[in-house]
């Protein structure tokens, strides 16, 4: 399911602009098993992933573990970090962000304590994770973004951020090591990532 919104207003505090969408999104009542973002000037609307996907995150939490920065924690779940310069709030499966990005009693985080975001891909998904979080995580400083394309089985980390994206990119088929580069400078192993 998607939510639309007609047309944008340039105000800023109308039921369209972005602040009204991330209100629309605070007063939503998601069904168990979603999750809501603003990508595009939409309130998407999505399903959780599939089971075993919470074996392939635990993984790559507990490979990073050790390499987070320091003040940075690596978790998963629903939380909504917002990039209002780009208007979109993503909840990525993966985040490891600065602890102090979590000091607060609103459900919205602020997306510039991001080091590492990683999405799982799903076919309702794989599409906005190929493109718009690619070039919005990017713009917005966020210095690893780990694509984990479920679909293909192979996994792509992107570094580098600038104002077009990200500038650099590595990827390796599910079942190899995939360099994660500063700052957490470590070896993903890939093994365990496809289906049962």
Known sequence: MTVMAERPTTTGTGPDSFEGLLRTLDELDVPDGYKAEIIRGNIVVSPWSKGYYLDVMELVCEQLRQHVPEGHRVSYGPFLYVFPGVERAYGPDIHVAHRSASRSTGNELDGEALSL??????????????TDKVVTYGKAGVPVYLLLDMQEEQATVFSMPSAKGYEARCTKPFG??????????CVLDTTGFTAP
């Open 176 to 185: 190899e090591k995939l360099p994660i580069p500063e700052p957490f400078g």
């Open 117 to 130: 975001v990683a999405e799982l891909t799903s076919a309702s998904t794989r599409d906005d994770d190929l």
